[in-house]
């Protein structure tokens, strides 16, 4: 007999050594709950409210990754009578991964990038658009967010 033929004394060992009962049962309710985390995270960013989240994606099937897009942000002073939107340098702000998550429009670091610049209180107003082109070249319409500082009462 081979030595990678289990013998019936080795089966009997290891069926000896399996858990039973309550100890059993525990480790498969936990092996079920790891199982459905590890498909319900994923999923949830599927339903989520937005599409620019694609962590979980498919890549090679996404069209938005197809895209090139710029992004720009401009900014309105309290101190501007006239209320003119001054550009940013972005590059000189922020480091090049948060300029792609504005580019990629990802929610969380748009939403930080608007608290950040809110947090100056000479700030109103923030621009954000993104200017894109599919994967064909053809301009995509231009996306644009404007975000309101609050202000002081």
Request: glycine fraction near 4%; charge should be positive.
């Amino acid at each position: 007999m081979s030595s990678e033929t289990p013998n019936n004394d080795s089966v009997a060992r290891v069926a000896a050594d399996a858990p039973r009962g309550g100890r059993r049962r525990r480790i498969l309710v936990v092996a079920a709950v790891v199982l459905v985390a590890q498909l319900i995270v994923p999923a949830t960013y599927y339903v989520g409210e937005s599409g620019a989240d694609e962590r979980f994606a498919w890549r090679m099937f996404s069209n938005r990754r197809a895209e090139t897009c710029k992004v720009q942000a401009a900014e309105e002073r309290v101190t501007d009578p006239v209320g003119r939107k001054r550009p940013l340098r972005l590059s000189k702000l922020i480091h090049r991964a948060w300029i792609h998550g504005l580019t990629r429009r990802r929610p969380d670091i748009v939403d930080r990038f608007f608290t950040w610049r809110c947090e100056d209180p000479e700030i109103r107003t923030i621009l954000l658009s993104r200017r894109c082109r599919s994967a064909t070249g053809e301009p995509l319409p231009i996306d644009v967010i404007e975000h309101r500082c609050q202000e002081a009462p």
